[in-house]
Every structure is written in C-alpha cells, then in structure tokens.
C-alpha cells in the first residue's frame, strides 16, 4: 500500500530525513517511535504534502501512485489522511459544512457522487455512535474554542468521516489525560480495518497501550534504525532512547 | 502667478448655459447653487494627493479625460431587466441607466400612501422649495470636489419620505445602472431620504453594471432620520470593472434613532465612498458594517466619519477588504466624541486580508474624544491567509482555490452576518465570492 524507499528531505535547508525505508501492507497498523528531533513529525508532513518539505532522494509510492506528486488534496482524495499534532482552529468556518465540502471534494476528485446533505447528515450520526462524540462539536467553527482532548477526537472523528486508506496520526497521544487518550484509541480501534492502514507517529509509547501496533520502528537521526513487534516499544519504555543511540551503526549515513 | 493649466477633465466641464437644461432650471436659488459650485469646482479642478482627505488615492489620471456629462440615449438604452434584480429586494423600485431616470424599469405603483417615492427631476417640478435646504449646499472643503461637481450637474436622483409612524414593509431597491454608450461619459445623480418620526424603512441602493464601460458616476446621499426612526440600509457595490464611482452619503440621526448600513464594495476601477454620520440626538445608535473584495487593479478608498454629538449614542463600525492581485483598498475610520456627548460608546474595527504579495491595503482609524465617561475601542489590522489554515483544508481533501475561497468567506462573515435580509445576505455572499479570482 505505501513503500519509503530511501526517503532524503529537508526542512529550511537542513537534513532532517537521511535514507528512511518504510513498507506497510494494508490492515496494519505501525508506530513510529523515536527521541524529539528524529524526524518523526517531518514523516508526518512529507507524506501530506505540506509546504517547506523538500524531498531531495528517493521515492514514496501511494497504492502504486507516486505520491510525492500529488498535492496535499489529492493525496486526501487518494486516501491519505493526517491527524494533525496541532489541529488548527478555523473561526468562521463551521465544521459540519467543512466536513461535508472536504468530503464532497474528494468523492467528487474520485469521480463519485457528490452527499447532499440528507444524506451527509446520516453518515455523520452514523459515525458519532461509533466515536461517542456528542453533536454539539459538529455546531461550532472548526477547532475553534476546542480544548486539546476535543481537538484530536474532532481529528479522529473526521478521519471517521472521511475513511481513509492511509491514516497517519501525528503524536495524536500529546497533551492528552489518560481519558481523552483512551476514548481516541477508542475511536482509532473502531476504524481499523483490513483495508485501512495506520502509522502511528509518537514519542512515547502509552497510546500503544491502547492502540496494538502489528509493527514499531524506531526512528532516529532521520533514519528507521531498529524495527519489531510490540515488544520493541516495551523495551524502550525500560531503556529509554539512550539504547537505541547505542545500538544505531555509527557512521552508517555516507 | 500664472494660473494652472486647465486638465482636460476641467477642459471638458459643460458651459455654464447647458445647466438651463437640467431639471429644476429657472429656480433662482437653484440656478445660483449649481453655478456657483460649477465655476468653484472649475476653479479647484480635481484635488490632488497633499489634499489630507485624497491622500491615497490619486486622481491624476481621471483629470487627464474628457468626459461627456450627458447621455442623451439614457432614455431608450436597452436593459435587460433580469440584471436589476436582486434576491430579497421585492419592493418599490426606481431605476436609473446613465443617470436618467427610467419609468418603465422602474416599480412605482401602489405605494403605501405613507411613502413618497419620486425621481428628483419630478420632484423638483411639484415642490423644489421643499428640496431647498438638500440642493443649495456650497461645498467649500478641499477635498468636496466631487460634491461640488455633483450639486452644479446632478438633474435628477431620488426622493423618498416615510411618513411618522409608519413602518415601510418591504425593502424600497434605488438602482444605478451604467449601460455601454459612445466615448466616456459622466453622469451625477442625487438622492434625499427623510424619514419622519418613528418611521421605518429598509432601503437597498444597489450599483450595477449593465456591461463593459468606463463611466464615471458620482452620488450624493442625505439621509435624515428624524426622532425614533429606523433604518436598514443596504448599498451594494457591484459597478463594470471599468468604472469609476464616487459617492458621498451622509446620515443624520435624532433622538433615539438607529440606523444599521451594510456596504458591500466589489465592482469598478477606482470607487471611493464618504460615509458621514452624526449622532445628532440623544440616544441615536448606528452600525455601519462593510466589506470590500478587490482584484485586478481596482483601487477602493473608503473614508468612514462617525461623529457623536449628543448623549448616550452608540456607533459599531465592523470593516473587512480582501485585496488580491494588484489590487488597492483604502479604508480611514474616523470617529469624534464631540464636547458634552457624554455617555458615548464607540468601536471601530478594520480588519484587512491581503491575498497577493502586490495588493496594498491602507487603513487607518481616528479617535477624537472631547467628551467625558466615554467607552471608545479601535483597532485596525492588515494580515495574510493562515497558512497553516490552508493546509489543513487541503490536507483534508479541499482544492486549494476552494479552501481559499472558504477562509476568505469567514474572514469577511461578521460583516454579511449582520445583515437581516436572508436572501439578500446570500446573494451578496456568492457575489463576493465570485469577485475574488480563483487564482
């Protein structure tokens, strides 16, 4: 479904990526842990296109596509979600109309039919049962107002919405006490899949308490240096990333 | 000295004798007023930009053409009368093409008899004295060039009187139309508004572009409101690309008065609106909410003068400009706490969205208070699109002209969210919209 292969960028000039080689199947989820710096968050950026990344080596390929040509939309309409670190808040934007034209956009991109809002309005109690959302979040501007817990159920929510294949959570665990944290894992559970992957970005490794990885790799200097099962992220909660320094060749990076 | 060499604008001025062709000719009083600002504004010529009030917007240009101030086709020009419309606005409805008044696109019949609905070339044949105090002005500011030209030319615009106590039903539509014609014309049109104690109105002056034309079109507005009256007034902006508009309205409130403008700029080359108003009795209220939307080169200069002069009055002022391309806005908010309007309470807002690294948005706002226990707020800011906004809409799957439009659009919602009129408030939203290019 996506293959890294010897992923080089940089973010104002410098190198943050150095060579990293990723391949997820669908159905699986993979967490990408590593120390603040590793290049965990730029993973994140350049998968979704956002601006300021430059990719000077090697490839991304998306279901086949070459994803790093699409822009950020059509990598969305291809199905590659991103739930933001920082979720951005959008005042005067109301967030049942912003959900309904992001996902209007990307059926009408696949060439589907684009939900009246009859139908819109289904879909999203549909998905509010499952997330255990309350409605009153669909009522306000995106974002806005929003307390850090609500801002990443609203990510997760839209990621319900909009059924990606690709669903990257950036460091979806931070900031949250351990009941937001497990209603979020809640609502990831309930959308994996085997069609649907994850590639779970965070620094610590409590949200894979409640998230089960099938694969975690340890990301440091800009490169995948150390890849397992969930036992390897309990190994690093009783080391700490100091062994996986040790443990990384040095020099390897020509 | 030598005198200044007269500007072909100046140069082309009709002669003092072709004023004995507009209506109300033969009033002495009249003839008086509209010689005297003709030879005052013949004198001055149009000002240039160390005059304080036109110091951002320049002239020169305009001084170099000629124009015709007469369309002597205005009368049988064909309309298409599916361009006047305007969703929401079924009301009475006075219709004027090239600044001639036109009977028969107009909607005349059965007004409420509490309503006196004319053009002003009729009105000045039933009663010009009435029309004294509004038409015998002298404009002696610098900066009044365009009211000068206005008072010695204007012939015709609109009358209308709410009688006391009553409460107009539906929204009254003053349409302003230019229509292609022959060589650059020029036409002035003036309307007088008065509505008597506790009257009621919505009114909706709507500028509208029946195809490409390089008019120059120049309005002046009184608005009176006497004690207790209300007033909801719409001015839609949406004149060709090409033109060049200049008007001046100004409001005058009594006691406990409220009136509430909406002012929407999204049509011409170079527009400039003077919006004057004065708390002239205890208790009056205003809020003025306006937006501009420019692209190409367009130039939009706004100069918004709130003056409190009596107890207890209350003005809100919520501005929005979104400047793409080349384009230029100018907005200047002034507001003045006079001595004794104690009790005043004021705020001003201009927040501005440049969405081109060549568009300029000037604003400025003014703050004079010579009162006591006054309640004053401004605060003025000139920004870019959020970025970080933009990604995220597009990360989630919205093109990036769409996800512009869209933070576009709430930027500008606190000023078209105040608007009552549903139909009218959505139109108005997807005419601004369609203003901005998609890139």
């Given at each position: ?17 150095k060579?990293l ?28 296109g956002?601006?300021?990344y430059?990719?000077?080596e090697g ?7 070459d ?20 979720p ?25 039919a ?10 999203v109690?549909?998905?509010l049962?499952?997330m ?13 107002g ?10 997760i929510?839209q990621?319900?919405?909009?059924e ?9 665990d ?11 894992a ?12 994850f590639?779970?970005?965070t620094?610590?490794?409590?949200l894979?308490h ?8 340890v ?8 890849s397992g ?10 080391h ?6 040790e443990?990384?060749p ?5 | 000295?030598?005198?200044?060499a ?7 001025l ?7 062709r ?6 002495a009083w009249?003839?008086?007023?509209r010689?005297e600002n ?17 110091k ?9 053409r ?19 419309a305007l ?23 059965a ?9 002003l ?8 004295e009435?029309?004294r105090?509004?038409l015998s ?22 009358v209308?009187r709410?009688a006391?106590?009553k409460?107009i ?11 292609p ?6 036409w002035?049109?003036r309307?007088i ?10 009114l ?14 120049t ?8 004690d ?6 719409a ?17 005058r409130?009594?006691?406990?008065a409220?009136?509430?403008m909406?002012v929407?700029e999204?049509g ?14 205890d ?20 100069q ?13 002022s919520?501005w ?7 384009s ?10 006079a001595?004794?309007a ?22 400025k ?27 995220y ?10 996800a ?36």
């Open positions: 479904m996506l293959k890294i292969e010897n992923l080089h960028a940089r973010v104002e000039g410098k190198s943050i990526l060579g080689t990723l391949t997820v199947n669908p159905g699986e989820v993979h967490a990408i842990m590593g120390p603040n710096g590793a290049g965990k968050s730029t993973l994140g950026n350049v998968l979704s956002r601006d300021g430059e990719v000077t490839s991304v390929s998306f279901e086949g596509r994803l790093l040509a699409l822009e950020p939309e059509e990598r969305a309409a291809a199905g590659v979600f991103l739930a933001l670190q920082y951005v808040e959008i005042p005067g934007v109301n967030n049942t109309y912003f959900l309904r034209a992001a996902l209007n956009a990307q059926r009408k991109q696949r060439g589907e684009e939900l009246d809002s009859m139908q819109f309005l289904k879909l109690r549909e998905k049962k499952i255990q959302i309350s409605d009153e979040l669909l009522h306000r501007a995106v974002n806005e929003f307390s850090g817990g609500e801002k990443k159920r609203n990510e929510f990621m319900a919405v909009l990606p294949r690709l669903a990257i959570l950036d460091e979806t931070s900031g949250l006490d351990i009941d937001a944290l497990k209603q979020v809640q609502g990831v559970n309930a959308l994996r899949s085997a069609e649907r992957s590639l779970m970005i620094h610590y490794q409590r894979l409640y998230i089960e990885p099938d694969f975690v790799h990301l440091a200097d800009g490169r995948i240096v150390e099962d969930k036992s390897l992220a309990l190994k690093l909660e009783e700490g990333y100091a062994w996986v320094n443990r990384s040095a020099g390897a990076q020509a | 000295m030598s005198e200044p007269r500007t072909p604008f100046v140069a082309s009709p002669e003092a004798e072709a004023l004995a507009l209506p109300g000719s033969g009033v009249l003839d008086a007023a010689r003709l030879d005052a504004f013949a004198a001055a010529g149009l000002p240039d930009t160390r005059v304080e009030a036109w951002y917007t320049a002239l020169r240009a305009l001084a170099q000629r124009f015709a101030h007469r369309d002597a086709q205005a009368a049988t020009r064909a309309v298409d009368a599916a361009a006047l969703p929401g606005v079924d009301g009475p409805r006075l219709v004027f093409v090239n600044g001639a008044f036109r009977a028969d696109l107009s909607s005349l019949a007004l409420p008899a509490s309503l006196s609905l004319r053009p070339s009729q009105a000045l044949g039933e009663d010009a009435g029309l105090f509004a002005h002298r404009y002696r500011e610098a900066g009044d060039a365009f009211a000068r030209l206005n008072a010695a030319l204007a012939g015709d615009g609109v209308l709410v006391a106590g409460a039903a539906r929204p009254v539509h003053l349409l302003f139309a230019g229509a014609a022959e060589g650059d014309l020029a002035h049109l309307t508004v008065e509505l008597e104690e506790g009257a009621e109105l919505a909706v002056e709507h500028h509208v572009s029946l195809g490409a034309q390089k008019q120059l079109a309005v002046v507005s009184d608005v009176v409101l006497r207790g009256a209300r007033l909801d007034y001015i839609v902006q949406d004149a060709a690309e090409d033109a060049t508009l200049i008007r001046r309205s100004q409001l409130l009594g006691a406990r409220q009136a509430a909406h929407q999204l011409g080359a170079l527009v400039r609106h003077d919006l004057r108003a004065e708390l002239a009795g208790e009056a209220r205003l809020a003025t909410h306006g937006v501009f939307a420019l692209h190409g080169r367009q130039h939009v200069d706004t918004l003068a709130v003056r409190h002069a009596a107890l207890n009055t209350a003005s809100e919520i929005r400009g979104v400047a793409d391309q080349r230029r806005g100018v907005f200047r908010g002034a507001i003045v706490v001595e004794g104690d009790g005043s309470d004021a705020s001003l807002s201009s927040k501005n969205l440049l969405l081109s690294a060549l568009a300029e948005i000037d604003t706002p003014e703050l004079e208070i010579y009162a006591d226990e006054v309640k004053a707020a401004h605060g003025a800011t000139v920004g870019q699109l959020d970025e970080r906004a933009l990604f809409l597009r990360s989630r799957g919205i093109p990036h002209a769409e512009r439009a869209m933070l576009t659009a709430a930027f500008c919602r606190a000023v078209l969210q105040a608007m009552p009129n549903e139909a009218l408030r959505e139109h108005v939203s997807q005419l601004l919209l369609a203003h901005l290019p998609a890139e």
